[in-house]
């Protein structure tokens, strides 16, 4: 398996155990509001990572074929998150804004975690390997 398809796959199960938590919040506690923007806010970072991976991927086959590349979605995954706000800003009572703005901010933080602890048992492994 290609690193992207790994990394999108650690990434897709670490927020769905995020998520997990998040609906476990929104039906336990009384902080709904704020647990649905989280909701909110999460589920449009997952789609918009996951859009990015396949248009990664496209953009690469593209490259590799010698065609010229399309863009990679960035008015896409934008339209998305002024979705999730505007939907937040309309339904107020339902919705905690600035919870939305956290949840849309997770996979990107995930990813960088991600990033850090991949790159550092590269470094381990390199280090015990003699390979300094």
Do not use: W
Not at 32 to 60: M, P, R
Not at 63 to 72: M, N, Q, S
């Amino acid at each position: 398996m290609s690193e992207l398809r790994v990394r999108v796959h650690r990434l897709v199960k670490t927020m769905c155990y995020l998520l997990a938590l998040f609906v476990l919040g929104l039906a336990f506690t009384e902080y709904k509001h704020v647990f649905a923007g989280l909701i909110l806010g999460a589920v449009v970072s997952l789609v918009n990572a996951l859009y990015t991976a396949v248009k990664v991927h496209q953009f690469g086959k593209r490259v590799a074929a010698g065609l010229k590349p399309r863009g990679l979605g960035m008015m896409t995954r934008f339209s998305l998150v002024a979705l999730a706000a505007l939907i937040a800003i309309r339904y107020a009572e339902t919705f905690h804004l600035p919870s939305l703005a956290v949840g849309l901010i997770l996979a990107t933080v995930i990813l960088y975690i991600d990033g850090l602890v991949y790159s550092y048992r590269l470094r381990q492994s390199d280090v015990e390997r003699g390979e300094d």
